[in-house]
């Protein structure tokens, strides 16, 4: 099926909203340069760590993924299954790590907004009571939010780098 150009110009603001860039910063942005020798340092006044807020990020949004696709959907316990252990560090490799599948699911997430096979005001397949608009938007709000909160903890911290 072929989109309108209304339909077309949805699908592009909201992979670019996905994204990132216009009214917030991208999460490459948010972690450039981050110093390893902070990834597991709480912030004054703050319970978690910047990893641990990165790897939420992940889980959350992975989830909404894993719920726009999966038949077999099986429903995270909040805020239990959204967040690591406050006890669990990140060294380079999982910082990296959880970086990198951010990326892929978001990919994925940009994929799914602008496939014209997908009826973006359409109910989800195994999930009648949400659109696939309504989940990509929760994401890109979700993400902006916390990117932003990153960004935030950043400064507090004093690590960004002039």
Known sequence: MKDTPAQTALREQIAGLLRGGHAHMTLDDAVENFPPEFYNVCPPNVDYTPW???????IAQWDILDYMRNPNYVWLKWPDDYWPALDTQADVAAWRHT?????????????????????????LPY??????????????????YHIGEFGILRQVMGTWRR
Do not use: C, G, K, M
């Not at 641990?52 to 992940?58: I, K, M």
């Open 52 to 58: 641990h807020l990165l790897e939420h990020l992940r």
């Open 99 to 123: 970086l990198d599948q951010f990326n892929t699911d978001l990919n994925a997430l940009i994929a799914i907004a602008q496939d014209p096979a997908i009826d973006l005001t359409a109910p």
């Open 127 to 144: 999930a009648a009571q949400h659109t696939y608009l309504r989940e990509l938007l929760l994401v890109a709000d979700h993400n902006a």
